[in-house]
């Protein structure tokens, strides 16, 4: 078993994990993408999205952080776009997502979180998926208005090994500066400035708002102004 001793892990945890294995069987497939500006609470949503439907969380901005982090040639090439706001290469993300598909967990579906964000992003993404004659179910466009998400973004929190946010107004962590889960500390983001906003806020209306109209017959919108709760509630009704 890979070195892994179930011994060692609690059984109650053991019972919740076979549990929530045995529910995920009469769980249909779902292949979904959420689509919104920076802020908009797509990565909020997605861990509610992929528990409740078994599904597994594909976010390219935290892949792409994690190879900036651990100085891959990849994370190299990618870290100059990120840190100006600006998209990285269509080759990089596609590459990225093609590989991380093949996970195990992903083979009943998925949530797609930031991905895709162009319109040859999106063609890549229905080629891919054609080869295994499957196709997209859903897309929730997350829409907020660019005045609101300046403070979402400038009040971030993340934990960056769990990808976890936090808001120091809306969704604070039980201990100020501090991960609820692991008790690591919390850190700001390189991009969560106002300035660097400004150019993904462009990114999004240029290069991202059309693949909201490519994939038109399957979009869901989303009024993710709400508070969290609420915007959890449409996000259920839309998956229903
Ligand atoms: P990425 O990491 O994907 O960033 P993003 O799209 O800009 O999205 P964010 O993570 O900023 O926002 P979110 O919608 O997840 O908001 P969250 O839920 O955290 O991408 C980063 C960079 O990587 C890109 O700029 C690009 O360079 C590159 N990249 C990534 N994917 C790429 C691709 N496919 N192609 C090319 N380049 C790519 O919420 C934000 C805050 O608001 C949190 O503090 C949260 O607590 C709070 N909040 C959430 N919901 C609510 C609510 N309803 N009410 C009040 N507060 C809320």
């Known amino acids: 078993m890979g070195g892994l001793d179930l011994s060692e892990i609690d059984t109650g945890d053991l019972v919740r994990e076979v549990q929530r294995r045995l529910e995920c069987l009469s769980k249909p497939e779902k292949r979904l993408i959420l689509i919104g500006p920076p802020g908009s609470g797509k990565g909020t949503q997605s861990p509610m999205i992929k528990n409740e439907n078994c599904l597994c969380h594909l976010a390219t901005g935290d892949m792409l952080r994690a190879a900036v982090a651990a100085k891959t040639p990849l994370g190299l090439e990618a870290k100059k776009a990120m840190e100006a706001g600006a998209l990285v290469s269509d080759e990089i993300v596609v590459g990225l997502i093609e590989d991380n598909m093949k996970r195990p967990e992903c083979r009943t579906g998925f949530v797609l979180d930031g991905f895709p964000r162009t319109v040859v992003q999106a063609q890549k993404l229905d080629e891919m998926l054609q080869h295994k004659g499957q196709t997209i179910d859903r897309v929730l466009n997350f829409a907020v208005r660019d005045q609101l998400l300046v403070d979402r973004i400038t009040g971030r929190w993340v934990h960056p090994a769990s990808g976890r946010s936090y ?22 983001r390189k991009d969560d400035n106002a300035e660097t906003l400004k150019s993904r806020l462009s990114a999004f209306h240029a290069q991202t708002a059309p693949v909201i109209a490519y994939y038109k017959e399957k979009v869901v919108h989303i009024k993710a102004d709400k508070a969290q709760g609420e915007v959890a509630g449409q996000v259920r009704r839309a998956l229903a």
């Open 167 to 188: 808001h120091e107004k809306f969704a604070p962590p039980k201990v100020a500066g501090v991960d609820d889960v692991t008790g690591e500390p919390l850190v700001k």
